[in-house]
């Protein structure tokens, strides 16, 4: 069963976010979307929530922020804001959004790194751009005024930084590498045990 959100005003927490388009339809693939959902995410900043990173894909968004409110108040403000200015805006009466959203609430300093670090990456591992900084919808671009990570949430030290990020590929499956590891070494060796036997059936022979 999900655990329930809390719903205290303001209760200083931050949490990455992710919500994604109604249908899984790309529809920040288009410029002028994308731009007016970080508009959007911008217009709420400092009221409803605190914007620390974000990153605008095709067809989902993550935003790492801290609600001045509740969170899915902040959230309502981002998605319904933008879907009302969307209608306005750009006579658009598509559906936008999936129904509700998911969220994690971050623990520490290298929990923090660790969800920046994927939401700064989600373009170059979806091979839209090469480099982080190249992708003009995320927070990782230069020029996009944020604001700095709690205090408690700072990571104390580069080191904590580099394992931070090291830790922060996680999002890749490590069972299945470790899976793949174990069946070539199996594979190895009953290669090795056919070989033998071979070897051993060939020198029977002979000697018989």
Known sequence: ??????????????????????????LFSREVWANLLIDTLYHYRGS?????????????????????????????????GFSYRAKKELGSNLEVWQKGFSDHRIRDASDYQIHQIYVQQNPVRKHLRELTEEYPYSSARPGFD???APQGLKPDSLADAHAARLEGVPFQNKTVNTAH?????RHDHERACRTRAHETEQQNRINA
Do not use: C
Request: hydrophobic content about 35%; proline content about 6%; glycine content about 4%.
């Open 1 to 26: 069963m999900r655990p329930t959100r809390e719903h205290s005003t303001s209760n200083g927490r931050t949490y990455m976010i992710t919500s994604r388009t109604w249908g899984s339809r790309t």
């Open 48 to 80: 409803a929530h605190l914007l620390h990173e974000f990153v605008v894909m095709p067809d989902h968004i993550h935003v790492i922020l801290t609600p001045k409110t509740s969170l899915e108040k902040a959230v309502q403000f981002i998605k319904g």
């Open 146 to 148: 944020l604001d700095p």
């Open 181 to 185: 590891n174990d069946a070539t070494s």
